[in-house]
C-alpha cells in the first residue's frame, strides 16, 4: 500500500514540477477574412484540429469588420487546423429594420457560402512565428 502512496504521490509532484500542462504553448493569430475581396462582419471562425501534431482542443475567433484575433491565452498549439465559419445573429436594431422592410425570415439571412459553414479544405497551418493570417473566401 505505501509503494502505490508513494508512485501516486510521485506522479503528483511530477505534473506540479511541470506545471500540470503536457499540451504546447499556444500561439496567438490574427489576420483578415473576406469573402469575394470585401472584409466579412459579425461571424465566428471556429478553428478544428486535423493533424496529430497539433492539439486535441481548437478554437473560435469572431471576425469583425474582416479582422479577427485570437489572443496567446486562447490561441491555438503548431498543427495544421480546418476552418469553418458560422454567423452571427443580427442585432436586434438590425432584426427589427429587415422584419419592417418586409425580409422573409430576416434570422436567417446568409451571407457565407454554404461550402464555409461545414468542414471544408479550407487549411491553415499554425506555427511559431508566424505573419497574420489571410483567409479569402469565394462565392461560387
Known sequence: MNLRISLCTLVVACML???CNSEQSRIA???SVSLNGKPIHDCIAVFQPIDSRGSQWGATAVVSQGQLELPARNGLVPGQY???FTQNQPALEDYEALRLSGAK???NKKFIPTRYTVPNDLRITIENGMAPISLSLKSK
Open 17 to 19: 514540477a511541470t506545471g
Open 29 to 31: 493569430v490574427s489576420g
Open 82 to 84: 480546418g476552418v469553418i
Open 105 to 107: 425570415n430576416p434570422l
